[in-house]
């Protein structure tokens, strides 16, 4: 069945890049997502990638894309400790999304 | 903000009994969708309607009812409620049928004593 995976922590030092993978297993993916959650918080959805792209910069934001492999990545340049949070990865499966088990954030100073 | 209105932010019930929430979709979305929160099953679907009409169900259990009105916001009802039901409910809607972008709402926190 369709499934989504992604590593549980990431710690990163304020200025750095972090980089967020995720894999998934639904190959007819129309978008691949990534959504923020933040501490109390809904989810923000923060950008999306259409399954025929293999990268897609939105500021301070990548999204890499390999289908070969189905991998999924997030990079956020210049990391601030108002990035500390939890980034989940979504694929759509028969309109409804999938959701991996989010990666929490932590930036330290 | 997405657009996307959830009331109440916050329930706290007792077992067995029922509760409703409520979603309003972003202005010209036509799907809405529920999910639960929970930290032991994460985010779950559990049902999407479209335009009125159901049009897809997930891991919904026969205890949850959901429904969408003309004016297209939607109400998920909870009956006898157990203790396991105590999650984070979220609303999402997008403008068409599915396969789209879906923006969430704040949620609503459901805390069953």
């Known amino acids: 069945g369709e499934d989504v995976e992604q590593s549980l922590f990431l710690s990163v030092r304020e200025g750095d890049s972090s980089v967020i993978n995720c894999t998934y297993t639904d190959s007819s993916s129309t978008y691949l997502y990534w959504y923020k959650q933040e501490p109390g918080a809904g989810l923000q959805l923060l950008t999306y990638?259409?399954?025929?792209?293999d990268m897609k910069q939105d500021q301070r934001l990548t999204v890499l894309l390999n289908k070969k492999d189905k991998h999924l990545s997030l990079r956020i340049a210049d990391t601030q400790t108002g990035d500390s949070a939890i980034y989940f990865c979504?694929?759509?499966?028969?309109?409804?999304?999938?959701f991996g088990t989010g990666t929490r954030l932590q930036v330290f100073p | 903000d997405s657009g996307v209105t959830q009331t109440p932010k916050h329930l706290i019930t007792a077992t067995g009994q029922r509760v409703t929430l409520r979603c309003s979709p972003r202005?010209?979305?036509?799907?809405v969708y529920w999910y639960q929160q929970s930290l032991d099953q994460g985010l779950q679907f559990l049902i999407q309607y479209y335009n009125g009409e159901e049009r897809a169900k997930g891991n919904i259990l026969e205890r949850f009812s959901a429904q969408q009105f003309p004016d297209l916001h939607s109400e998920l009802n909870l009956s006898s409620l157990e203790l396991g039901d105590s999650a984070l409910y979220f609303c999402?809607?997008?403008?068409?049928?599915?396969?789209?972008?879906?923006?969430f709402g704040d949620g609503t926190r459901l805390s069953i004593l």
């Open positions: 999402a809607s997008s403008p068409g049928r599915g396969n789209q972008p879906q923006h």
């Open positions: 202005s010209g979305d036509l799907s």
């Open positions: 990638i259409f399954s025929n792209m």
């Open positions: 979504a694929e759509t499966f028969t309109d409804k999304l999938i």
